[in-house]
């Protein structure tokens, strides 16, 4: 059979039958590939194994392989003539998780973390899925050749659950080192759509994200004598509520922005004032002016509240804003509006979905803010089967969501869909 004799010269049909094809032929060996990296999974910062076994897979296919980009992550190039250079990412790591979803693949993997604790191992962010689409793209687009022109950049992120991979290995010399992309292309699983389906948000589709540790100290006492103490469980508990109106009176209305407190630590024991609370903050938003007031409106509301508690200077709260953060996404709309141009003859009008913007994160965002400033595209993959999501959606119920021990998604038609978006996205780009 003559594949894609005339790419995207063919009409729709003919592309679609025939990515079809080249995706069934490779749906058994990337059924046992996306089992075998599900069984076998590794944190971030220690995708030894995982790396070594994508990088292994793309040489196979019959890209030129650079390995320890960054850390553990890996960049395949094949080049075919001039004409664009297109970027596609997977990830590869990871979640500290105990895997419950019973499947005879699942995870048993146990390792120790940075801090020495015994931990499980489990994708339950999508990531397998993800490589075994990235694989099953990159021999499509490989075995294809003949219909296009250009340089594909093919790479395996590290490090995505920590937010690090991107810059680390932006910083290792990507696009200095490698083929500098003109677009670069990523998936993402959905647990709550249907595969066979993908979903594309134009604009802003994920989050800033940032993380902030308060420091609420204060003045030791017994429990009968407050008044001879500074309680920094009063002042935090102050602080918690007065930090809800930031974003119901600070942050202009329809200005997505999200403050929650999702730890609180203090004391010992029943009949004793601790000298110190500690509060864990995650924040998100969409602009980099609301991302920095929201930071700005915590400092301040912070030392207010110290100082209506009467702590003395020394005692103020200390704010620290980690480095664990990560810049919002934003799909650029004219290359989204091509993508889904590409996918509709492949998936069809019900494949392909208009999706709405989350407060979760991704670090793909990076590669569009350097001084390159490359345009992105990262659509959503559905994962469950039709009924399960119709039923659950009847009876008010949600599935279980990414990072939930009990997130699974059903391997086949889920990989078998990405394999062709992927595929029929990145032909569209590098068409003859």
Same mark, same amino acid.
Request: net charge neutral.
């Given at each position: 059979?003559?594949?894609?004799?005339?790419?995207?010269?063919?009409?729709?049909?003919?592309?679609?039958? =025939?990515? %079809?094809?080249?995706?069934?032929? %490779?749906?058994?060996?990337?059924?046992?590939?996306?089992?075998?990296?599900?069984?076998?999974?590794?944190?971030?910062? @220690?995708?030894?194994?995982?790396?070594?076994?994508?990088?292994?897979?793309?040489?196979?296919?019959?890209?030129?392989?650079?390995?320890?980009?960054?850390?553990?992550?890996?960049?395949?190039?094949?080049?075919? #003539?001039?004409? !664009?250079?297109?970027? /596609?990412?997977?990830?590869? =790591?990871?979640?500290? &998780?105990?895997?419950?979803?019973?499947?005879?693949?699942?995870?048993?993997?146990?390792?120790?973390? %940075?801090?020495?604790?015994? &931990?499980?191992?489990?994708?339950?962010?999508?990531?397998?899925?993800?490589?075994? *689409?990235?694989?099953?793209?990159?021999?499509v687009l490989a075995r294809t050749r003949d219909t296009w022109r250009g340089t594909l950049v093919f790479i395996g992120q590290h490090a995505e659950e920590r937010v690090l991979g991107a810059r680390l290995m932006l910083r290792?010399?990507?696009?200095?080192?490698?083929?500098?992309?003109?677009?670069?292309?990523?998936?993402? *699983?959905?647990?709550?759509?249907? $595969? #066979?389906?993908? #979903?594309?948000?134009?604009? +802003?589709?994920?989050?800033?994200?940032?993380?902030?540790?308060?420091?609420?100290?204060?003045?030791?006492? @017994?429990?009968?004598?407050? $008044?001879?103490?500074?309680?920094?469980?009063?002042?935090?508990?102050?602080?918690? /509520?007065?930090?809800?109106?930031?974003?119901?009176?600070?942050?202009? !209305?329809?200005? !997505?922005?999200?403050?929650?407190?999702?730890?609180?630590?203090?004391?010992?024991?029943?009949?004793?004032?601790? =000298? %110190?609370?500690?509060?864990?903050?995650?924040?998100?938003?969409?602009?980099?002016?609301?991302?920095?007031?929201?930071?700005?409106?915590?400092?301040?509301? &912070?030392?207010?509240?110290?100082?209506s508690a009467r702590m003395p200077a020394e005692k103020m709260p200390e704010v620290h804003v980690s480095d664990d953060q990560a810049p919002a996404l934003y799909n650029q709309p004219e290359l989204c509006a091509r993508v889904?141009?590409?996918?509709?003859? &492949?998936? #069809?009008?019900?494949?392909?979905?208009?999706?709405?913007?989350?407060?979760?994160?991704?670090?793909?965002?990076? +590669?569009?803010?350097?001084?390159?400033? /490359?345009?992105? *595209?990262?659509?959503?993959?559905?994962?469950?089967?039709?009924?399960?999501?119709?039923?659950?959606?009847?009876?008010?119920?949600?599935?279980?969501?990414?990072?939930?021990p009990f997130f699974h998604p059903v391997p086949e038609p889920t990989i078998s869909t990405g394999v062709k978006a992927m595929s029929a996205a990145v032909l569209d780009l590098m068409g003859k």
């Amino acid at each position: 059979m003559k594949i894609l004799a005339a790419a995207l010269a063919l009409p729709a049909l003919a592309l679609a039958a =025939d990515l %079809e094809a080249l995706t069934r032929a %490779e749906m058994p060996s990337l059924l046992a590939l996306y089992q075998e990296l599900h069984a076998n999974p590794e944190l971030s910062l @220690h995708e030894v194994e995982t790396a070594a076994r994508i990088a292994s897979e793309l040489r196979a296919a019959g890209f030129d392989v650079t390995e320890k980009v960054g850390g553990q992550g890996l960049v395949g190039v094949l080049k075919n #003539g001039n004409g !664009p250079v297109i970027m /596609v990412r997977t990830d590869l =790591d990871a979640l500290p &998780v105990k895997e419950q979803t019973g499947l005879p693949y699942a995870s048993t993997r146990t390792v120790k973390d %940075e801090q020495g604790r015994e &931990v499980h191992v489990m994708h339950a962010c999508g990531h397998d899925v993800h490589m075994a *689409c990235f694989i099953g793209a990159a021999r499509v687009l490989a075995r294809t050749r003949d219909t296009w022109r250009g340089t594909l950049v093919f790479i395996g992120q590290h490090a995505e659950e920590r937010v690090l991979g991107a810059r680390l290995m932006l910083r290792a010399g990507l696009f200095s080192k490698f083929p500098k992309p003109g677009h670069a292309l990523a998936l993402h *699983c959905s647990a709550d759509m249907a $595969h #066979g389906t993908v #979903g594309i948000v134009e604009g +802003y589709a994920l989050a800033n994200v940032d993380t902030l540790e308060i420091v609420v100290k204060g003045v030791g006492g @017994h429990g009968s004598m407050p $008044h001879l103490a500074r309680d920094p469980v009063l002042l935090a508990s102050q602080i918690v /509520v007065a930090l809800q109106s930031i974003v119901s009176r600070e942050v202009r !209305p329809g200005d !997505p922005a999200v403050v929650t407190v999702g730890s609180i630590h203090g004391g010992t024991k029943s009949n004793i004032i601790p =000298d %110190e609370v500690r509060l864990q903050l995650t924040l998100r938003s969409y602009r980099a002016e609301t991302r920095a007031h929201l930071i700005e409106s915590i400092r301040r509301i &912070v030392k207010a509240q110290a100082e209506s508690a009467r702590m003395p200077a020394e005692k103020m709260p200390e704010v620290h804003v980690s480095d664990d953060q990560a810049p919002a996404l934003y799909n650029q709309p004219e290359l989204c509006a091509r993508v889904r141009r590409a996918l509709l003859p &492949v998936l #069809g009008e019900a494949g392909v979905l208009a999706r709405e913007p989350v407060m979760g994160a991704e670090d793909f965002a990076e +590669y569009g803010l350097t001084k390159e400033k /490359v345009p992105l *595209c990262m659509f959503w993959l559905g994962t469950q089967a039709p009924e399960t999501v119709a039923k659950a959606s009847a009876e008010g119920r949600t599935l279980p969501s990414l990072h939930s021990p009990f997130f699974h998604p059903v391997p086949e038609p889920t990989i078998s869909t990405g394999v062709k978006a992927m595929s029929a996205a990145v032909l569209d780009l590098m068409g003859k």
